[in-house]
Nanobody, 121 residues
Framework: QVQLVESGGGLVQAGGSLRLSCAAS????????MGWFRQAPGKEREFVAT????????YYSDSVKGRFTISRDNAKKTVDLQMNSLKPEDTAVYYC??????????????WGQGTQVTVSS
């Protein structure tokens, strides 16, 4: 089992940048596929980015591709999301998640509490 805690959210102007970080506890962090998701007010939670155990396989949603970068450090048990060129439509609660069953953008097993990102126009 793994516990996840996100940090780094906040208020930023459009065009700005933020870096989210997710700290994990548990001995088997490196075995999990890690992902970031977000949920805007009144909308369903949506996939943002995912990274496999080695960092060699990464996938982004079309809405963030080219602007966001996911990375992980297995020694530190962290997964980060660098967000550049932020837009007001990126405003959401961002969640870190872990998946046991291999590569995928759905059906994650463990979730953090979320961190708020607000982008002003």
């Amino acid at each position: 089992q793994v516990q996840l805690v996100e940090s780094g959210g906040g208020l930023v102007q459009a065009g700005g940048s933020l870096r989210l970080s997710c700290a994990a506890s548990g001995r088997t962090f490196s075995s999990y596929v890690m992902g970031w998701f977000r949920q805007a007010p009144g909308k369903e939670r949506e996939f943002v980015a995912t990274i496999n155990w080695s960092g060699g396989h990464i996938y982004y949603s079309d809405s963030v591709k080219g602007r966001f970068t996911i990375s992980r450090d297995n020694a530190k048990k962290t997964v980060d999301l660098q967000m550049n060129s932020l837009k007001p439509e990126d405003t959401a609660v961002y969640y870190c998640a872990a998946r046991q069953g291999g590569w995928g953008t759905r059906d994650y097993d463990y979730w953090g509490q979320g961190t708020q990102v607000t982008v002003s126009s």
